[in-house]
Structures are given as C-alpha cells and as structure tokens.
C-alpha cells in the first residue's frame, strides 16, 4: 500500500548532473553554499554526509532555515522521525513561510501517527501555496484515516485536478468512496490508479468486482493487470498477493512469505486482510472474521488495510 503518507524527496527533485558533481564549498562560504552541497550529497545517496553539510551549514549561520529543512528531510528519510520534526520545528521557528518545512513535518507526525498535528500542518502548507498538490494528497489521506470521508474526497479531488498522474491520490480517493458505498466512483478510482502504476489497486479491483458478484470477469482483470511487468515483478510482494487471491498459492503459503521479513508488520496485516477477504467471498464468515482481527493485531495503524480491516471486522460482527 501507499505506506507512509508519500512525501516529495527534495534529493530526487534536484538531482541534476549539475548538482550532483556540485564542488565542495571553498573555506569561508556562506551557509547556503553548504545547503547545496548537502543537497547534492543527497542526490548522490549519502545522507550521513548530506547531514553533516547541513550541520556545517548551520555552524556558518544558526538562523539557515533551509538548512534545518533540509537535515530534517535527510532525518526523515533514515527514519529519524523524532529528530526530524525537532528541525522542522527550527526551521519554521525561524521562518514561518517555509512551506516544505510544514509540509514535511505534516508527513512525518502522519509516520507517527499524529493526525491531528498532520492535518494542521498540511494546511499550512496550503495555506502557503495554494497549489501545493501534495499537501492536498496527504491532508486527504490523514482524513481517510481519521474517518473524514468527505473531507478526503474534496482533497483527493484537488490533487487529482492539480495534477492527474500520481497513482495514490486515485487509490485513496477510491477507499474513501468505497466506505462511503460509492462503488462505481471506487472501482473506477482504483482501475485508473493501477494504470496509472499502483500494484495494490489491482486488488481492489478484484475486490470490487468480486462483490458484485461478477467473479470471472474480477479474476480475468487480475490476470491482466498482473501481466504488465512495470506493474508486477516475480518476486515482489504485490505478486505474492496477487497469486493468492488467484489461488495459485495458499493461505500458509502467502502467511509464510510475509514472516519472511520480520521487520515488516505491514505485510503480516496486507497477509490477513486479504486472507479474510478471500474467506468473506467464500462464505466462511467466521473464519474472514479471525483474519480481519489477526490484521488489526498487527498494530500497523498507517496501512491502509489495517483501516479496512477494521471496517471489515464492524460490519461482520453487526447484528
């Protein structure tokens, strides 16, 4: 799934040749000189040097926003979630117009589950910029997961009308519209994000098309979307999923490859979710209900299917 909440990577979006062989600075340059060199270590991959540049920016001139933007950024990326919102509080400290700057720390109060922060800092972002369209995608996504349905839609809708490319924005505007039983505008979401080059659509099609009963024509779509190598690759987890629900391997099969990587509980949940999906379509009402909870066990409270799961479980256990 989309994990994470999807963030611009500013290494990426610079990473020019020009940048990326960008020379040291000479001694006695300014603090921005060192934001460069940073970004174009970066680029190269380096992070640990990309931040001690930026700690060397931040020698030069302790009031270098982006430079405190910036080591958040590479801190986000390593997963230093803690320290990264601490830069991020400095660089907006110390300008309150540094747009990345909320956005970012939105993006990583979402990782920790701070929705709440999140939402207040994405719209900051856009009230900042406001064509900020990943702003938009990310506020729409915390409020899926913070059960604003219709306030996802409205965003999701923005960042799709802002730039209709991104595969995310469609899948998670197709979950919103599905909880809100909006069954065609979802699966037409979810159809246009895996053309669009997100695996994990290619499920909820099959989900959606299952439960309208119409069985073949869901497996026959999966078999197609499977078939495109820049969707699917042999030995990635979205063909693992997809192999199960086509019930070309087992349930102990698919549990036994998601154990594979013990530091990934997000697997363990996509795993039982589609475990108990499959059971649900099969009628074994008992047994999906075992695997939905066996997902929210799992604890991975920013996975999509772990909301699902929870829905999934409520409406079995209503009277």
């Given at each position: 799934?989309?994990?994470?909440?999807?963030?611009?990577?500013?290494?990426?979006?610079?990473?020019?040749?020009?940048?990326?062989?960008?020379?040291?600075p000479?001694?006695?340059?300014?603090a921005?000189a060192?934001?460069r060199?940073?970004?174009?270590?970066?680029?190269k991959?380096?992070?640990?040097?990309?931040?001690?540049?930026?700690n060397?920016?931040?020698?030069?001139?302790p009031?270098c926003?982006s430079?405190?933007?910036?080591?958040?950024?590479?801190?986000?990326?390593?997963?230093?979630?803690?320290?990264?919102?601490?830069?991020?509080?400095?660089?907006i400290?110390?300008?309150p117009?540094?747009q990345?700057?909320?956005?970012?720390?939105?993006v990583?109060?979402?990782?920790?589950?701070?929705?709440?922060?999140?939402?207040?800092?994405?719209s900051?972002?856009?009230?900042?910029?406001?064509?900020?369209?990943?702003?938009?995608?990310?506020?729409?996504?915390?409020?899926?997961?913070?059960g604003?349905?219709?306030?996802a839609?409205?965003?999701?809708?923005?960042?799709?009308?802002?730039?209709?490319?991104?595969?995310?924005?469609?899948?998670?505007?197709?979950?919103?519209r599905?909880?809100?039983?909006?069954?065609?505008?979802?699966?037409?979401?979810?159809q246009?994000?895996?053309?669009?080059?997100y695996?994990?659509?290619?499920f909820?099609?099959?989900?959606?098309?299952t439960?309208?009963?119409?069985?073949?024509?869901?497996?026959?779509?999966?078999?197609?979307?499977?078939?495109?190598?820049?969707?699917?690759?042999?030995?990635?987890?979205?063909?693992?999923?997809?192999?199960?629900?086509?019930?070309?391997?087992?349930?102990?099969?698919?549990?036994?490859?998601?154990?594979e990587?013990?530091?990934?509980?997000d697997?363990?949940?996509?795993a039982?979710?589609?475990?108990?999906m499959?059971?649900r379509?099969?009628?074994?009402?008992?047994?999906?209900?075992?695997?939905?909870?066996?997902?929210?066990?799992?604890?991975?409270?920013?996975?999509?299917?772990?909301?699902?799961?929870?829905?999934?479980a409520?409406?079995?256990?209503?009277?």
């Open positions: 799934m989309p994990r994470a909440f999807p963030t611009f990577c500013l290494f990426i979006l610079a990473s020019t040749l020009a940048l990326a062989q960008q020379p040291a000479a001694p006695g340059s300014d921005n060192w934001v060199f940073g970004i174009a270590s970066g680029v991959g380096d992070l640990e040097a990309a931040i001690a540049d930026f060397e920016a931040i020698k030069i001139d009031k926003a430079a405190y933007q910036c080591r958040g950024h590479a801190r986000s990326l390593q997963n230093k979630l803690d320290e990264a919102i601490a830069d991020y509080n400095q660089a400290e110390i300008d117009k540094q990345d700057a909320y956005y970012d720390r939105g990583a109060r979402a990782q920790k589950g701070d929705f709440d922060g999140a939402l207040a800092d994405f900051s972002a856009i009230g900042l910029n406001a064509k900020y369209t990943s702003a938009y995608y990310n506020r729409g996504h915390v409020k899926y997961f913070t604003d349905l219709d306030g839609v409205v965003d999701l809708n923005q960042a799709i009308t802002l730039d209709p490319n991104p595969p995310f924005s469609y899948f998670i505007r197709g979950l919103a599905l909880a809100k039983e909006d069954r065609e505008g979802a699966g037409s979401d979810f246009q994000s895996a053309i669009n080059g695996a994990d659509a290619a909820w099609v099959w989900i959606v098309k439960e309208d009963g119409d069985r073949g024509v869901a497996r026959s779509n999966l078999t197609d979307l499977m078939s495109k190598p820049q969707l699917f690759k042999p030995d990635d987890w979205p063909m693992q999923i997809g192999n199960f629900l086509l019930e070309k391997i087992t349930q102990d099969q698919l549990m036994a490859k998601a154990k990587d013990t530091s990934n509980q697997r363990l949940c996509d039982w979710f589609y475990s108990g499959a059971k379509f099969s009628g074994d009402t008992k047994g999906a209900l075992d695997c939905f909870q066996q997902a929210i066990a799992t604890g991975s409270k920013v996975s999509e299917v772990y909301v699902e799961a929870q829905r999934e409520n409406r079995l256990q209503k009277p």
